[in-house]
């Protein structure tokens, strides 16, 4: 079993030290665990980010994990990501930062458009012209090889019975399809009953044919010990005609 979307306190809306989700991990029985906290990023202007981490955290984070990937080598295996948006007028800073650390791999969470400084929210009620935003910008991040998967594709938030939602979103489950990235069924919004993971977009990909992969999505350790939750979305998703894969491609 494994986990590639779990949080550290860094991104200011997580709890508990990365040894304790590691050690959460183990006693559940997990063999790969994946940390993926909010990139940060080198703004032009002065913003502060509100649920990210400072660029300035970007080394320890790093060293952290490091530390505990080797302490806990014989008994699970740690991998280091990011949870990224496509911004792309930061991509370069992006890229730099892939190239400067051990990063094994980054998952698309594309929660703002162009940037979390203005941009609006993609998970509060879209127009149609925001809902094609979100899958352009979507599309563009895949078509840069550089994503692992999709994390809550179906963020976006709109009416899932408009035709016009069926139309987007395919367009979207289509380029990941293409791509072979999987798209990532949400553990944490499956178990606070957000407006996501939606069975009217799993449905659409299900007859597109895309891979899913379950993230826990984990901001407190505890998520990791929630068997139960884990265990119902597995079989919610066999109902819905899923094989649930755990093989995602990593940058390194």
Known sequence: MK????????????????EEYILSA????????GFSDHT????????????????????????????????????????????????????????????TYPIDYIIL???????DENGCYFG???TFKQLTKYVDT??????TGLYSYVA???????????????????????????????????LLGYKTHRHYPCDDFFK?????????VIGTDAHEASALLDMQTYQQAKQHLEDLGFEITEDIRFLR
Not at 163 to 185: H, S, T, V
């Open 109 to 115: 969470g594309q929660h703002y458009d162009e940037s």
């Open 3 to 18: 986990n590639y979307h779990t949080h550290t306190k860094r991104c200011k809306h997580a709890i508990n030290t990365e």
């Open 124 to 126: 509060f009620p879209l």
């Open 40 to 99: 940060p990023w080198v703004y032009t202007s002065s913003f502060h980010p509100t649920m990210r981490m400072e660029a300035s955290e970007i080394e320890d984070y790093i060293t952290t994990l490091l530390q505990l990937k080797e302490k806990y080598k014989n008994q699970i295996s740690i991998k280091i990501g990011l949870e990224c948006e496509y911004f792309e007028k930061y991509m370069d800073g992006l890229k730099k930062m892939l190239k």
């Open 26 to 33: 183990i006693k559940a029985g997990y063999t790969e665990l």
């Open 152 to 186: 809550h594709p179906d963020l976006a938030n709109f009416n899932t019975k408009d035709p016009f939602y069926i139309q987007e979103m395919k367009r979207l489950c289509l380029k990941a399809k293409q791509l072979d990235l999987p798209l990532e069924f949400n």
């Open 138 to 143: 979507c599309i563009q991040a895949m078509e």
């Open 204 to 212: 659409i990909a299900r007859e597109v044919g895309n891979r899913v």
